[in-house]
C-alpha cells in the first residue's frame, strides 16, 4: 500500500475448531484426507464448467467486436501472403473427360489425314529425309483466340510462299512454365484475371487449334502437364518438352507415348546434358501412369519416341547453340 493510506485491513480469520490429532491410516485404508467444503462459488457445477462458461462469453465478445470494429470479414492470411487472391475466390469448375470434349469438339477426317501427314514431314525433315528446315514460328504463348487466327492466316501465305525451303508449323503454346509465379497460360486462366477457369480454358484451346489446323497450318505446342496432353494432342504435329521439365521423368515418359517428333529443350542452364538425356530415356519403350479418355488413371505402354531430339534454347549466359 502506498505511504500514509488508510486501508481497512480485514480482521483476522478465526482459527477451525480444535480436532483430533491424524492418525496414520491402518493397513488397508484408503488414506484419503477429509473431504474439503465448497466454497460458494462451487456449489451446483465444477470449476471446469466455470471455466468453460468463462472462455465461451470472452469467445462471444471478441467475436462480437470483431465484428462491429471491422465492418467486414477478416481474410485468410495464406490467401493474401501466398496467392495474392481474396478468401473469397470460388471453387474450380469440374473438367470434362478427354473424350467427353472430343465428342464435343470433335477433329475432321480431313484434319485428322492433315496432322498425320504433317508429322511424317516432321520426321522426315528430322531424319535428313528432306532437306528443307523445320520452323516453329509463332508467339510465346496464345492469349488472344481473335489474334491467334489472324496470325495463322497470314503465316499460312508466307508459309506457302517459302514451302521450297522451310516446312513451317504454328507455335501454339497453351500452357506457361513459370519459373516463380506469373500467368499459366490460356488453359488455365483464359479470361487474364486471376481467376483460373481450366474448363473454359481447355475447350477454348481446342479450338484454336482446330482453327489453326483448319487454316492449313500444323499446330507446335509444348506439353507441360500430362493430364492436359489428352486433351489436345490429336491436333498437334509436333510437340517439344520445356528446359523446367526436360529432366522430369514423367515428361520423359509422356515423350515416349506421343505420337510425333519431340524437341527437349536444354535446361535454363545451358548445358545440353540433360536434353541429351532425355531424348534417349524417351526413345526407350516403357510404362506410364496415364489417364485414359475417360479420365480415369490406368498403366498405358508407351511404344517410345524415335524422333526425339535436342533443341539448343540458350541457357542463363546466352545462345549456346555454338556447343
Known amino acids: 500500500q502506498a505511504s500514509g493510506s488508510t486501508s481497512a485491513l480485514r480482521p483476522p ?3 477451525p475448531p480444535m480436532s483430533a490429532p491424524m492418525v496414520p491410516p491402518a493397513p488397508g485404508a484408503t488414506g484419503r484426507p477429509p473431504p474439503r467444503r465448497r466454497g460458494p462459488w462451487r456449489r451446483g457445477g465444477s470449476l471446469l464448467a466455470f471455466v468453460a462458461a468463462a472462455s465461451l462469453l470472452a469467445a462471444v465478445a471478441l ?7 471491422a465492418g467486414r470479414q477478416p481474410q485468410l492470411a495464406l490467401a493474401e501472403a501466398n496467392l495474392g487472391e481474396s478468401a473469397e475466390r470460388p471453387l474450380p469448375s469440374a473438367l470434362p473427360t478427354p473424350d467427353a470434349l472430343r465428342t464435343r469438339l470433335p477433329t475432321p477426317h480431313r484434319l485428322k489425314r492433315f496432322v498425320e501427314e504433317s508429322r511424317a514431314q516432321a520426321s522426315a525433315v528430322l531424319r535428313g529425309e528432306d532437306d528443307r528446315l523445320l520452323a516453329i514460328v509463332g508467339p510465346c504463348s496464345i492469349h488472344d483466340p481473335t489474334a491467334a487466327r489472324e496470325y495463322a492466316h497470314r503465316l499460312r501465305d508466307v508459309a506457302d510462299a517459302l514451302r521450297s525451303d522451310l516446312l513451317v508449323f504454328m507455335r501454339v503454346y ?5 519459373t516463380s509465379v506469373g ?11 486471376g481467376r483460373e477457369d481450366m474448363a473454359k480454358g481447355i475447350e477454348l ?14 499446330v507446335a505446342t509444348e506439353f507441360l502437364d500430362p493430364l492436359v496432353a489428352p486433351f489436345f494432342e490429336d491436333l498437334v504435329a509436333y510437340g517439344s518438352i ?17 505420337p510425333m517428333p519431340i524437341g527437349f529443350k536444354n535446361p535454363r542452364s545451358g548445358d545440353l546434358q540433360g536434353a541429351a538425356n532425355a531424348a534417349v530415356a524417351a526413345a526407350a519403350p516403357q510404362r506410364r501412369l496415364a489417364s485414359d479418355g475417360a479420365g480415369r488413371l490406368r498403366v498405358a505402354e508407351a511404344p517410345g519416341n524415335a524422333d526425339g531430339h535436342i533443341v539448343l534454347r540458350g541457357g542463363e549466359d546466352g545462345p549456346n547453340f555454338h556447343n
Do not use: C, F, Q, Y
Open 13 to 15: 480469520v478465526a482459527p
Open 174 to 178: 497453351l500452357e506457361k512454365p513459370r
Open 242 to 258: 520445356g528446359a523446367r521439365t526436360v529432366e522430369s521423368p514423367t515428361h520423359r515418359a509422356l515423350a515416349a507415348a506421343l
Open 205 to 218: 484451346g481446342r479450338r484454336i487449334m482446330l482453327d489453326v489446323n483448319a487454316a492449313k497450318l500444323p
Open 183 to 193: 500467368w499459366k497460360g490460356l488453359v488455365s486462366d483464359p479470361e487474364l484475371s
Open 63 to 69: 467475436l462480437a467486436g470483431l465484428g462491429a470494429g
